[in-house]
């Protein structure tokens, strides 16, 4: 996909959605393991402002890094 219809955040992802299309809720952590989000944020995202998108933004990282850490425990 080009830049010029994709524009990315500072994050790297998509500005439209964090979604990356591997939909699969994690049953133990109630998370999507592709994008990180919850079933609320996952249905309300278009409902959200600019302000609480980056809110849960930044609630991916760390649940990312979270799910990674307790996945490397195992």
Same mark, same amino acid.
């Given at each position: 996909?080009?830049? *010029?219809?994709?524009?990315?955040?500072?994050?790297? /992802?998509? $500005?439209?959605?964090?979604?990356?299309?591997?939909?699969?809720? =994690? &049953? *133990?952590?109630?998370?999507?393991?592709?994008?990180? /989000?919850? $079933?609320?944020?996952?249905?309300?995202?278009?409902?959200?402002? =600019? &302000?609480?998108?980056?809110?849960?933004?930044?609630?991916?990282?760390?649940?990312?890094?979270?799910?990674?850490?307790?996945?490397?425990?195992?």
């Amino acid at each position: 996909m080009s830049d *010029k219809f994709c524009t990315f955040d500072k994050y790297g /992802r998509t $500005t439209g959605t964090p979604c990356i299309r591997i939909c699969q809720l =994690d &049953e *133990k952590a109630g998370i999507c393991v592709g994008c990180y /989000r919850n $079933t609320d944020e996952i249905e309300h995202w278009s409902e959200y402002t =600019d &302000e609480q998108k980056e809110q849960i933004m930044i609630a991916i990282d760390i649940r990312k890094e979270l799910l990674c850490d307790e996945v490397g425990q195992s």
